[in-house]
């Protein structure tokens, strides 16, 4: 109980955060396709009332919870490379759960939820998609903003979009963990060179007033 109450302190945080990202976001783009990978509460595509937006949101709990539209999707998987099944490894800090098995290194957060309430993870079996399988489902020719907040996972989830499908995708907003030691083996490296590669420049980077991650805007150059 006490671990969900510090969880909807931490949320405080996370709304100034977003909605500076999102004013930015639409000074930039009026969207008419958004994908929100790792959905969470869906505060991000739900910012977006005129577009149709593609919820992703792999943690049961927060999936029912999400508010649902009819023009919108809505899907129960997580995004990866391959289609599977993977373990998703729900945190008592569920904002930070994740595919990637954490190492429960020494943060505010660790310490707070593992060593002082002594909270938990708990191991749940998802399903994974490639974004290239939604991409040929729904026949799609844009995506004008595609969001990734997969906590360490971002590499798997590009590795899932084809060098095609990467040109019909305007803007790119993907998280960035400033400290390396959260997930095993984590580095924002490839990530970047996957999205160079692909014919994207970073436009812009949003810092979260608190906690140790970033947020990346990147643009497609082939988009006016």
Avoid at 39 to 50: M, R, T, V
Avoid at 185 to 212: A, G
Wanted: glycine share 4%; charged share 30%.
């Amino acid at each position: 109980m006490l671990a969900k109450i510090v969880n909807s302190l931490f949320s405080y945080t996370f709304l100034f955060h977003m909605r500076k990202l999102v004013n930015f976001l639409k000074n930039v783009s009026n969207p008419e396709i958004v994908f929100d990978v790792g959905a969470y509460k869906g505060h991000f595509g739900n910012s977006f009332k005129k577009s149709r937006v593609f919820f992703f949101e792999p943690n049961k709990e927060y999936f029912k919870k999400l508010s649902k539209n009819k023009k919108n999707k809505y899907f129960r998987v997580g995004i990866g490379k391959n289609a599977c099944k993977k373990i998703f490894y729900i945190m008592p800090n569920a904002s930070s759960s994740s595919f990637n098995k954490p190492t429960l290194g020494k943060n505010l957060k660790t310490l707070f939820f593992f060593d002082i309430l002594k909270e938990k993870y708990v191991n749940d079996k998802v399903d994974i998609y490639p974004l290239n399988f939604y991409f040929k489902k729904y026949k799609l020719k844009k995506i004008d903003i595609l969001k990734i907040d997969t906590e360490g996972f971002e590499n798997d989830v590009l590795n899932g979009i084809s060098k095609s499908n990467f040109q019909k995708i305007d803007l790119i907003v993907i998280e960035k963990q400033l400290d390396n030691s959260l997930f095993k083996n984590y580095s924002f490296t490839p990530i970047k060179k996957i999205l160079l590669k692909n014919n994207f420049r970073l436009i812009k980077k949003f810092k979260d007033p608190i906690w140790t991650y970033e947020d990346h805007i990147y643009k497609n150059k082939n988009f006016v």
